[in-house]
């Protein structure tokens, strides 16, 4: 194991925690959303539609930055954890499996939101959440210790930096107002001081605007 010296800074793992708490409000509100949205209403169905691909994109940009930083070095750091990390590599593997179903019935119901498409959707996105559930609680119970202990703060923040990359400028400000929607102050101060100045500028000025409008748009019945 590769031994940590005292100049290493620790990661922030909380926000993590806050990440995941927009994923469980969002995915956990799916279903809903997609039964609420009236039989033919094809405006709402794309909204909602929109809504989904943006989340799963933000989920797969939040696992994939998992896959290439955290696994490998904690599968060489923390080996009494192998174990662990092999679960949470499984779950990924099974949580795509639940995101590839969902796809073409999201397709399928955007173009034409029948009652019988939208149950099928809705019950997908329920069986996805659950799964979801389930992995978020495990890791934020077990592999944010471990992470807390064996990675230092240069490498978490590379995931995070993964994200920014990858997201596109009219993603940026939804996917961050969604993360920091229930964020406390101290949460909020972290979460945007890891931003460069710009950006944090972007997010609280025409971002907010953007997001507000967004958040009007999505949760209109």
């Given at each position: 194991?590769?031994?940590?010296?005292?100049?290493?800074?620790?990661?922030?793992?909380?926000?993590?925690?806050?990440?995941?708490?927009?994923?469980?409000?969002?995915?956990?509100?799916?279903?809903?959303?997609?039964?609420?949205?009236?039989?033919?209403?094809?405006?709402?169905?794309?909204?909602?539609?929109?809504?989904?691909?943006?989340?799963?994109?933000?989920?797969?940009?939040?696992?994939?930055?998992?896959?290439?930083?955290?696994?490998?070095?904690?599968?060489?750091?923390?080996?009494?954890?192998?174990?662990?990390?092999?679960?949470?590599?499984?779950?990924?593997?099974?949580?795509?499996?639940?995101?590839?179903?969902?796809?073409?019935?999201?397709?399928?119901?955007?173009?034409?939101?029948?009652?019988?498409?939208?149950?099928?959707?809705?019950?997908?996105?329920?069986?996805?959440?659950?799964?979801?559930?389930?992995?978020?609680?495990?890791?934020?119970?077990?592999?944010?210790?471990?992470?807390?202990?064996?990675?230092?703060?240069?490498?978490?923040?590379?995931?995070?930096q993964h994200g920014k990359d990858t997201m596109t400028p009219s993603q940026l400000p939804i996917m961050f107002g969604l993360v920091?929607?229930?964020?406390?102050?101290?949460?909020?101060?972290?979460?945007?001081?890891?931003?460069?100045?710009?950006?944090?500028?972007?997010?609280?000025?025409?971002?907010?605007?953007?997001?507000?409008?967004?958040?009007?748009?999505?949760?209109?019945?």
């Amino acid at each position: 194991m590769t031994a940590l010296t005292r100049t290493d800074r620790r990661p922030d793992v909380h926000e993590m925690v806050v990440v995941h708490r927009a994923f469980r409000r969002e995915f956990g509100a799916a279903a809903d959303l997609v039964r609420r949205t009236p039989v033919g209403d094809t405006r709402r169905a794309k909204i909602v539609a929109s809504h989904l691909r943006l989340c799963t994109a933000g989920l797969e940009m939040h696992h994939t930055g998992e896959d290439v930083v955290l696994w490998p070095l904690l599968l060489e750091r923390a080996a009494p954890s192998t174990g662990l990390v092999e679960t949470m590599q499984a779950q990924h593997h099974s949580i795509d499996g639940h995101v590839e179903a969902i796809a073409p019935a999201l397709a399928t119901w955007e173009a034409a939101p029948s009652e019988a498409a939208g149950e099928h959707l809705a019950t997908l996105c329920e069986r996805f959440t659950a799964a979801l559930i389930e992995h978020l609680d495990l890791e934020e119970r077990e592999v944010l210790p471990l992470a807390s202990r064996h990675v230092t703060a240069v490498e978490w923040n590379q995931m995070g930096q993964h994200g920014k990359d990858t997201m596109t400028p009219s993603q940026l400000p939804i996917m961050f107002g969604l993360v920091l929607q229930d964020a406390d102050d101290e949460e909020r101060a972290r979460m945007l001081g890891n931003l460069p100045l710009p950006i944090r500028f972007l997010l609280k000025t025409v971002g907010a605007w953007q997001f507000k409008r967004y958040v009007r748009g999505l949760r209109a019945s």
